[in-house]
């Protein structure tokens, strides 16, 4: 089974930035493709990123909503994927997700529902 687990969360005033990791135990993330997402209470689970596997190539894929602010990019010799958030906006405020599955065309073509593996998140607040 595996295991994800994000880092990186916290309070951060609009216009400024953060990053999050996601690390997978006991398999490499190399293998996977891996997703952001995130959910305020009383919506659903929206993504913001997805990565595709090393043996995919890497393509990145950001809804309208992130693009130009959002990057993911994945360190294999950290075994980590990262979400650096730039120009932070109270709307970004939410628990942030991490998830694993097989090809990020799951990702977008189902959503949440593609997935096969999920972290616990990390709180972002986007306040003054």
């Known amino acids: 089974q595996l295991q994800l687990v994000e880092s990186g969360g916290g309070l951060v005033q609009p216009g400024g930035s953060l990053r999050l990791s996601c690390t997978t135990s006991?398999?490499?993330?190399?293998?996977?493709?891996i997703g952001w997402f995130r959910q305020v209470p009383g919506k659903e689970r929206e993504g913001v990123s997805c990565?595709?596997?090393?043996?995919?190539?890497?393509?990145?894929f950001y809804p309208d909503s992130v693009k130009g602010r959002f990057t993911i990019s994945r360190d294999s010799s950290k075994n980590t994927v990262y979400l650096q958030m730039n120009l932070l906006k109270p709307e970004d405020t939410a628990t942030y997700y991490c998830?694993?599955?097989?090809?990020?065309?799951?990702?977008?073509?189902?959503?949440?529902?593609?997935?096969?593996?999920w972290g616990k998140g990390t709180l972002v607040i986007v306040s003054s």
């Open positions: 998830a694993a599955t097989s090809s990020c065309y799951l990702y977008t073509d189902s959503g949440p529902g593609g997935m096969d593996f």
């Open positions: 006991p398999y490499s993330l190399d293998y996977y493709a």
């Open positions: 990565i595709s596997s090393s043996s995919g190539g890497g393509n990145t």
